[in-house]
């Protein structure tokens, strides 16, 4: 057989024939156009260099926590990286992906009891990196590369069926959807690790953040029988991939490092590799015609699903080990010198915020960055989050504080300032080891994508009509002050404000449903239980409970949702959707008689929905007491009943004792052991998917205080 020619290290630096082959045989892919993105990026970038104080303050931040990460490696036993006792960081790309902040670290790279080609173990450090937690979706490298060629079809599922020349392209493709400079040449597939993009792992990053510290064949030990837990292999996988994510993670919160697909390194392979490797941040030998990949894959014994298993693959899968569909990747990044450099959302459960420097962390389109606003909000600027998913997600954005409704308006922007003063003010982040993970809504980006405007739109016409959306948004824009009635003023913003509002919920359902967080609290206005299908009332435009109640059927494929409205006032509106509908159960406890004159006992449902409406009036005056019974009494057996998929919280807090609206005596405490009833039948019924919803409530203290004990008892 004919000797197949090494590639030199000349080749390589000067045109790389061999790998340039690789990329031309492959069709070229069509990336998504993100040039009016990185305008805007770059725009933003210029508002921040003119306010010198909020860089400064923000620069030192970061310098001392990337300083922390490089240089806080602390003695261990040998074999364990010095890195593994303090969990790495869960941050977020611009894209929404998930990464783990992996810190500076030495390691024993190999095995003693391994392959030929897995010794002879040797000391390696690994500098700072970021590594994607999950190993990238068919969703993920459909959004930037036309096309999907995976075998097994699913959004969710790993892409694979994978060349080395694809996934370098992949990187590059999401480095510049993202403003950074890609790594790859594709013409000769060098990669130019001072490039700021994301690229492929070395070997050594791969097995450094797999092994998270550990030092035994699998980072769980060296029973084999635990590998189910872990890993889809060839004894549970039914000879399929499988979505990422479903087995338990790593010490370090990363998921699938063994089993599913087999991963690419950045590394050329060579078999005696090791004798050679240099002991410091190696990035493999210089020539070669294969590629490493690491992990095994769903057709993999157990003997190949170990930290240090290591096999050469020709990266247009001539000679394969593994079939195409076995072989997928997930990309790192080089760790940023600077939070400001990394457009990343980084929370923080120290609730870490400087009233000086006004920098809001927002996002548009799902594209985060960092921008000045004119007033103070929660920040959560530097994480010291741990990789479970948290229990409790935050949504909220300064948009919302857009939608002008007048200096003497109850329903005013200084009710979010409240509440986000008071959750800094408190440290919620910190309740009871579990941190709020703050999540940005969709706010309808007019270019589209799947959380653009148009899509928004289609979500919101499943509740109100095509005509009333369109007259809202014509009246905005006319300079209209009032919506349908006197009380729901309007402004220029406002439109675009309430598609926001919905894009909240939605945002935070898509989290929950994706095992981010249990359960959410969404602080947004306007607020949306009045709204009818074709008609605004009480300070309600669009219905966010109730649009997310269909989100949650149509988008999920959930049956039956429960929605919990404990406003003072009765959600007409959020009745009025379901009011023959028997798979949404509607529960209201409210002052009655009161506005808007609905919620009498009577009132039920009809035809097929008939008794999944369920109205508990209350006269003026009641409190704690009346409510919980209310809650024991009719909601809890009933929901058990009716079995939700999902739970929605209208949440409103205007029966607090001291709202200037209501009329009724409940107490920051009394809203803390309804959240805790509703959060207990939700844990029962639908493992815990619960998400809720801000409606009224315009005394700030009551406010603040109700939000405060709400949130706590989400958490606990």
């Given at each position: ?181 890609p790594c790859y040449d594709e013409e000769s597939g060098e990669c130019d690790f001072s490039a700021n993009g994301y690229r492929l792992p070395t ?279 009032y919506m349908d009635s006197i009380d729901t003023p309007i402004s220029p913003e406002s439109y675009e404000v309430a598609v926001a509002a919905v ?141 939700p998929d999902f739970v929605l919280i209208s949440a409103g807090f205007d029966a607090h004792r001291d709202d200037p609206i209501g009329g009724m ?52």
């Amino acid at each position: 057989m004919r000797e197949k020619p090494k590639r030199t290290t000349e080749a390589r630096r000067h045109g790389g024939r061999r790998i340039a082959r690789r990329f031309t045989r492959i069709p070229a892919l069509i990336y998504a156009d993100k040039s009016r993105g990185n305008r805007k990026s770059a725009k933003i970038r210029a508002e921040i260099s003119g306010h010198q104080r909020a860089i400064t303050m923000l620069g030192i931040l970061s310098a001392f926590l990337v300083l922390f990460i490089l240089l806080g490696v602390s003695c261990g036993k040998t074999g364990k990286s010095g890195a593994a006792a303090k969990t790495p960081t869960v941050i977020e790309t611009k894209a929404g992906i998930e990464m783990v902040l992996i810190p500076a670290g030495w390691f024993e790279m190999g095995s003693r009891r391994g392959k030929a080609d897995e010794s002879p173990v040797h000391k390696v450090w690994v500098d700072a990196f970021l590594m994607d937690r999950y190993e990238v979706t068919q969703e993920q490298y459909g959004e930037l590369v036309l096309g999907n060629p995976s075998h097994f079809k699913g959004p969710k599922s790993p892409v694979e069926q994978m060349s080395w020349a694809d996934a370098a392209r992949y990187c590059n493709a999401r480095s510049r959807a993202e403003g950074l400079e890609p790594c790859y040449d594709e013409e000769s597939g060098e990669c130019d690790f001072s490039a700021n993009g994301y690229r492929l792992p070395t070997e050594a990053e791969w097995e450094y953040a797999c092994r998270a510290g550990t030092a035994t064949d699998r980072f769980f030990g060296r029973e084999e029988r635990k590998l189910k837990d872990y890993a889809w292999y060839a004894e549970n996988s039914f000879e399929k991939t499988h979505p990422v994510g479903q087995k338990k993670p790593n010490p370090w919160g990363i998921y699938d490092m063994y089993g599913n697909v087999a991963e690419w390194c950045n590394d050329i392979y060579n078999e005696s590799y090791y004798k050679n490797s240099r002991e410091k941040s190696p990035r493999g030998p210089a020539e070669g015609d294969k590629y490493v990949l690491r992990g095994g894959a769903w057709s993999s014994s157990a003997d190949k699903c170990r930290s240090s298993y290591r096999v050469g693959e020709d990266p247009g899968f001539q000679d394969a080990c593994f079939a195409r569909d076995d072989i997928g990747f997930r990309c790192v990044r080089s760790a940023p010198h600077s939070i400001l450099d990394t457009g990343y959302r980084i929370f923080d459960k120290s609730g870490i915020h400087d009233p000086a420097s006004n920098i809001q962390h927002v996002a548009y389109s799902g594209v985060a960055s960092f921008s000045l606003r004119p007033s103070s909000t929660i920040q959560y600027l530097v994480s010291n989050i741990q990789y479970q998913a948290s229990r409790t997600g935050f949504i909220y954005s300064d948009i919302y504080l857009q939608h002008r409704t007048g200096t003497n308006h109850p329903e005013r922007p200084q009710r979010l300032e409240a509440i986000v003063t008071r959750l800094e003010e408190k440290g919620l982040g910190e309740h009871r080891g579990s941190p709020l993970r703050l999540v940005t809504p969709y706010t309808g980006d007019p270019a589209g994508g799947p959380h653009g405007l148009p899509a928004l739109l289609e979500w919101i016409t499943t509740v109100h009509t095509a005509q009333y959306v369109e007259r809202v948004g014509k009246s905005c824009q006319e300079g209209i002050e009032y919506m349908d009635s006197i009380d729901t003023p309007i402004s220029p913003e406002s439109y675009e404000v309430a598609v926001a509002a919905v894009g909240g919920v939605l945002s935070a359902i898509d989290e929950v449903m994706a095992g981010k967080m249990r359960n959410a609290f969404c602080a947004l206005r306007p607020p949306g239980h009045h709204a009818l299908k074709d008609r605004a009332m009480g300070f309600c435009i669009f219905n966010n409970v109730a649009i997310g109640a269909r989100y949650i059927q149509k988008k999920h494929g959930l049956s039956k949702v429960l929605i919990v409205d404990w406003d003072v006032h009765h959600g007409n509106g959020t009745q009025a959707a379901f009011y023959d509908d028997p798979t949404v159960l509607y529960f209201s406890t409210h002052q009655y008689p009161f506005y808007p004159g609905s919620g009498s006992r009577e009132e039920k449902g009809t035809g097929k929905g008939l008794g999944y409406t369920v109205n508990v009036p209350l006269p003026a005056g009641c409190g704690d007491e009346e409510y919980k019974k209310a809650f024991e009494e009719i909601l809890r057996p009933r929901a058990v009943e009716f079995n939700p998929d999902f739970v929605l919280i209208s949440a409103g807090f205007d029966a607090h004792r001291d709202d200037p609206i209501g009329g009724m005596n409940v107490t920051a405490r009394g809203f803390a052991e309804m959240t805790s009833i509703v959060k207990d039948i939700a844990e029962k019924c639908c493992e815990g998917r619960l998400v809720s919803v801000l409606e009224g409530g315009y005394d700030l203290d009551g406010l603040a205080d109700s939000v405060e004990a709400h949130v706590s008892a989400l958490q606990e």
